[in-house]
């Protein structure tokens, strides 16, 4: 159980273009989900948290403007990438947390595979 | 792909004593190996990175070792404190990053 899908796992795109990553909880309802962007050979960075239901908590320098996300079911979040840059290209990773899962402990996140964005 | 497992899930111990927690890796191209610290509510906070051409880093009570032809790795915690209390996700990455399951740390003053 516990498993936290994310589609597409790789995508180019022409820039200018707009691209939609979606973040799927299979087997359970997510309360909160996590986007991360990873640069290469670094640690992944915190974009932004959703709670399911409200707006999305950005972390300071990251424009909310340019990553739209959205939280509308228990199951789903989606990051939307705006206007794409070749800058934007990077490793985008979502993650899921739900009280009492699997009855694990509650903070436990689940992580999908990631989205590695191509803009050219 | 890369393939990381993390041991053990949960772990108890003393204030004062020692925390080990071990991962595993799969893919012997992996280079970077950083590990996170997540409290209760709160986002996972990176502690501690190691890279593949180093064996071992300390931070204070924090440390973290690299068997690189065993493709295994591990933190280290000495005299531990309540507020170490967290769950623990290590990771291994080329270029995308693969993390452990978590370890939940309850140090018991």
């Known amino acids: 159980g516990a498993v936290v899908s994310q589609h597409p796992s790789r995508v180019i795109c022409k820039s200018g273009t707009s691209v939609k990553i979606e973040c799927r909880s299979l087997?359970?309802?997510?309360?909160?989900m996590f986007w991360y962007r990873q640069f290469p050979k670094q640690s992944l960075m915190l974009m932004a948290t959703?709670?399911?239901?409200?707006?999305?908590?950005?972390e300071q320098g990251v424009e909310k403007d340019k990553f739209l996300i959205n939280h509308a079911s228990l199951t789903l979040s989606t990051l939307t990438v705006t206007s794409a840059h070749p800058e934007d290209s990077s490793f985008y990773i979502c993650s899921a947390t739900s009280p009492g899962l699997a009855g694990g402990p509650a903070d436990t996140q689940y992580f999908g595979p990631g989205t590695r964005l191509t803009v050219l | 792909g890369e393939n990381v497992e993390q041991h053990p899930s949960t772990l108890s111990v003393q204030e004062g004593d020692s925390a080990v927690i071990k991962c595993t890796y799969s893919?012997?191209?992996?280079?970077?190996f950083p590990w996170y610290k997540q409290e209760l509510g709160k986002r996972p906070q990176l502690i501690i990175d190691?890279?593949?051409?180093?064996g071992e880093k300390k931070d204070q009570r924090i440390a973290v070792t690299l068997n690189k032809t065993a493709k295994h790795f591990s933190l280290h915690i000495t005299e531990t404190q309540p507020e170490d209390s967290a769950v623990y996700f290590c990771?291994?990455?080329?270029?995308?990053?693969?993390f452990g399951a978590g370890t939940r740390l309850t140090v018991k003053p």
């Open positions: 990771a291994a990455s080329i270029n995308d990053m693969r």
């Open positions: 190691i890279r593949s051409n180093v």
């Open positions: 959703s709670n399911e239901g409200s707006k999305a908590t950005y």
């Open positions: 893919d012997s191209a992996s280079n970077y």
């Open positions: 087997d359970f309802q997510a309360t909160t």
